[in-house]
C-alpha cells in the first residue's frame, strides 16, 4: 500500500524568505502525486501536480516541486513567501494506474506559518 | 469555470440524529469521491463511485452509506450520530479516474 509522510508538521518562516515543504511517498507501483493548500475553514486548493514527464512542476501563486523518483520525495519550495501563504499544506498520493478510482492518500499536513 | 458544490455549508446535528451531505460534481466528471477530516487531522478516504457504481470503499462506518444518482450528483448518509463524527466533509470529483482531483469546499458537520 502507499502512503505519504510529512516530517514537519510546522514550519516557521518569515517573509520573503524561501521555504520548502518536505513529502516523502512510498509506493510499490508508480504514482501521481500532489499538493493541496488549505486555508483555514476553507477546503482543498490544488497547488500543483505531477503525473509525468518534466519532474520539475509550476503550480499556482509562484509554488513549484521537484519529483525525485529515486529518493521518493516531492519537496514543495517558494522562494519568497508571502504572509498569504500561511496554510496547512498536504502532499497527496495516488496510483498510477489504470484500475479502480485511484483514491487520494494524504499526508499529515504541514502547518505554514509565514510571520513578518 | 464550474466547480464541485456541496451543500449544506454547516450542519448542526444531535447525537443519534441523521445527516444528509449532497455532492454535485463537475459536468462530465465520471468519478465522486467522499473524505472525512476531523480536527486536525488529513483528510481520508470515505468512499467513491464511478459511473453511479461504488468504486472503493476506505474507512467508512457501517453507520453511512452514500449513492451516486443519475444525475451524477452523490449523497452521504449518516445515521445515529456520535460526538465523534463531527468533521469536515469533503466532495472531490476527476474526469480520469484520479489524475485531475477536484474539491468542494467542504460540509462542516457539527453532532452535539
Known amino acids: 500500500a502507499q502512503s505519504v509522510t510529512q516530517l514537519d508538521s510546522q514550519v516557521p518562516v518569515f517573509e520573503e524568505a524561501p521555504v520548502e515543504l518536505r513529502c516523502n511517498y512510498s509506493?510499490?507501483?508508480?504514482?501521481?502525486l500532489f499538493w493541496y493548500v488549505q486555508y483555514p475553514n476553507q477546503g482543498l486548493q490544488l497547488l500543483l501536480k505531477y503525473l509525468s514527464g518534466s519532474t520539475l512542476v509550476k503550480g499556482i501563486n509562484g509554488f513549484e516541486a521537484e519529483f525525485n523518483k529515486s529518493q521518493t520525495s516531492f519537496h514543495l519550495r517558494k522562494p519568497s513567501v508571502h504572509i498569504s501563504d500561511t496554510a496547512e499544506y498536504f502532499c497527496a498520493v495516488t496510483l498510477n494506474y489504470g484500475g479502480a478510482t485511484n483514491k487520494l492518500i494524504f499526508g499529515t499536513g504541514t502547518l505554514l506559518a509565514v510571520q513578518p | 469555470a464550474a466547480g464541485v458544490i456541496q451543500s449544506p455549508r454547516h450542519l448542526i446535528k444531535e447525537k443519534r440524529e441523521t445527516a444528509t451531505l449532497k455532492c454535485y460534481p463537475i459536468?462530465?466528471?465520471?468519478?465522486v469521491y467522499w473524505y472525512q477530516q476531523g480536527p486536525g487531522q488529513d483528510p481520508q478516504f470515505l468512499i467513491s463511485f464511478y459511473e453511479k457504481m461504488q468504486s472503493d470503499k476506505g474507512s467508512i462506518p457501517d453507520r453511512f452509506s452514500a449513492q451516486q444518482f443519475s444525475d451524477y450528483h452523490s449523497e452521504l448518509n449518516m445515521s445515529s450520530l456520535e460526538l465523534g463524527d463531527s468533521a469536515l466533509y469533503f466532495c472531490?470529483?476527476?474526469?480520469?479516474?484520479?489524475?485531475?482531483?477536484?474539491f468542494g469546499s467542504g460540509t462542516r458537520l457539527t453532532v452535539v
Open positions: 459536468p462530465r466528471h465520471d468519478t
Open positions: 472531490a470529483s476527476s474526469p480520469n479516474r484520479g489524475m485531475g482531483y477536484t
Open positions: 509506493s510499490s507501483v508508480s504514482v501521481y
